[in-house]
């Protein structure tokens, strides 16, 4: 079982910079994959970042201003955010996928609202 929490969100205006954080705790390897999805209202969730034991992947819209980063040993990542925009509005959930068991655990979600 992994349990996941997240810190970090808030208000920014635009062309801020903010930075969340999400702690774990659990069996999780340097092989699963950890990152961040986000949820706009009425939307899907979609992927903001992910790394699998090495390499990263973000998503088009953020690719430049956000940077992900994790601490095998600690089980931690962070994401930290730059120039951001209104759209960037969400709430933003923790992500860990257990390749073994094909398992995805989630955290609570934090709301990020850039608005002036």
């Known amino acids: 079982q992994v349990q996941l929490v997240e810190s970090g969100g808030g208000l920014v205006q635009p062309g801020g910079s903010l930075k969340l954080s999400c702690t774990s705790s659990g069996s999780i390897t340097t092989i699963d994959t950890m990152g961040w999805y986000r949820q706009k209202p009425g939307k899907q969730r979609e992927m903001v970042a992910r790394e699998s034991g090495g390499p990263v992947d973000y998503a088009d819209s953020v690719e430049g201003r956000f940077t992900i980063s994790r601490d095998h040993f600690r089980k931690t990542i962070s994401l930290q955010m730059s120039s951001l925009r209104p759209e960037d509005s969400a709430v933003y959930y923790c992500?860990?996928?257990?390749?073994?068991?094909?398992?995805?655990?989630w955290g609570q979600g934090t709301q990020v609202t850039v608005s002036s």
């Open positions: 992500y860990v996928h257990k390749w073994l068991s094909g398992t995805d655990y």
